[in-house]
């Protein structure tokens, strides 16, 4: 009879008793489905956060590029580097032991879970601003409200000191731009004085060469007063300005005028000279608080806006595999049916 076996005669017998490949797939899946009620579920806590960030303001933001290290070039770039940033924040080190250190302090339980293993139980969804999902999960339903009610605290207060320190971050970062500008200034202002004083000095020399009871040109005057008129003087210098000689004046009262200018060029830019070291001293110490800030503020946005939603309440739901379950027991009774169909090939080939 071993040499009538055949393979094809095999499986179209195995088709035409299709019921029992159906049967031992029906009663895999029963199993699995009774195995997910016996089988250790964890218990599962869920409180949503409020999320929201003014991502038109992202060319603004230069705090979040700096700590980056990149250009975020557009809105999507600036979202999705903060929504990835706060997602990061949430399971830092810092905050779950913090998370774990006030979990000890209100239940014992806790003294024997370490940090690896409560971040293990602890996790974030999201897909955009808006709405965001913390969960817990633990054996018992208690633990798992506790674990995801403190760490929910404890993402606020981190959260909200780096917005914090964000917003201290621009401000500074504002206040180092006027100083820029101020500083753009003074050296602007300084290099225009620099040449009216060699231009006075200039002068000072030519008017000691002319007859002094004589005035001086109508075209000379001008360009004296010009060299004086391009600096931008503040009121200190009105009773100077004021005292220019009257157009009919001898040489010698302009002579006078000018030397009574010069020393007074000189002390305007050595107190500009001053401002602009002082000025230096101001932004290095700017510079340093902004990079303190900028770190402490993990890059987050200065507008970013994380709350408790008002009146939402913590869900509590049981985590049964039941799907995986199922499909796995289907799985089994495909493996068992194939079993004894193998086994019956093999006794029918000895007969």
Known sequence: MTNDWSLRDEILSATQHWPWLTLFCVLGCLLGWVSSYIWPTPHRA?????????????????????????????????????????NSLTTMDEVIKETLHRLRESDPYWQKVDPGQLAKALHVYW?????????????????????????????????????????????????????????????????????????????????????????????????????IARNNLDRSWTPLLEAFPPPQAPTRDYSGWVKKLIPAIEK????????LEDLSTQASEVKRQFAEASQKSRGLSASLDVEKISGARTEQTIVRPTGTLVLVGSLMGLVAWLIQWFAGISLRGRV
Not at 49 to 64: F, H, I, K, Q, T
């Open 46 to 86: 869920t409180t949503e956060l409020y999320v929201g960030l003014n991502v038109y303001r992202s060319s603004e933001d230069v705090n979040a590029s700096e700590y980056a290290g990149i250009e975020l070039v557009n809105a999507n770039d600036y979202k999705n580097w903060q929504m990835a940033s706060l």
């Open 268 to 275: 305007t830019i050595q107190f500009r000279e001053n401002q």
């Open 127 to 227: 897909r955009n601003a808006g709405k965001w999902r913390l969960v817990a999960e633990n054996d018992d339903s208690q633990h798992a409200t506790q674990a995801v009610t403190i760490w929910q605290d404890v993402v606020l207060e981190q959260v909200h000191a780096a917005v914090n320190e964000s917003q201290r971050a621009m401000l500074l970062e504002f206040q180092l731009k006027s100083i820029t500008d101020a500083q753009s200034q003074i050296i602007s202002g300084t290099q225009t004085l620099k040449q009216t004083q060699a231009d006075l000095a200039d002068w000072s020399n030519n008017l000691a060469l002319k007859d002094q009871d004589t005035p001086l040109e109508s075209t000379e005057l001008w360009q004296l007063w010009s060299s």
